[in-house]
């Protein structure tokens, strides 16, 4: 049975930093793809950072890029997002998801099987 674990979420101010953490169980496949993602009241859930779980190229949303950093711990299944330079735009819940194989670039959220429970980031000016 998968399960994704996240943690790390939490309130700060414009212009802090919070790191999420992702630790993934059960894969049925290695190496595999990791993703964060995250969905503000009244939006679509959109692609923030992908990466696979072995390293190698990352990809990041637009508005995330020179701020947030997805990187991994393979031998620990954990994947985490340093996020700096908060701004009230990135309040929203975040969640992590996992699938064998993905586009790294495409960020699109239907490629992926596997969900974290989510984990809320609120940023406040």
């Known amino acids: 049975q998968v399960q994704l674990v996240e943690s790390g979420g939490g309130s700060v101010q414009t212009g802090g930093s919070l790191r999420l953490s992702c630790r993934a169980s059960?894969?049925?496949?290695?190496?595999?793809?990791m993703g964060w993602f995250r969905q503000a009241p009244g939006k679509e859930r959109e692609g923030v950072a992908t990466?696979?779980?072995?390293?190698?190229?990352?990809y990041y949303a637009d508005s995330v890029k020179g701020r947030f950093a997805i990187s991994t711990e393979y031998a620990k299944n954990t994947a985490y997002l340093q996020m700096n330079s908060l701004k009230p735009d990135d309040t929203a819940m975040y969640y992590c998801?996992?699938?064998?194989?993905?586009?790294?670039?495409?960020?699109?959220?239907?490629?992926?099987?596997?969900w974290g429970q989510g984990t809320q980031v609120t940023v406040s000016s």
């Open positions: 998801a996992a699938v064998d194989r993905c586009a790294l670039s495409a960020m699109d959220d239907y490629e992926y099987l596997y």
């Open positions: 990466t696979y779980i072995d390293g190698g190229n990352a």
């Open positions: 059960g894969m049925p496949y290695s190496p595999y793809c």
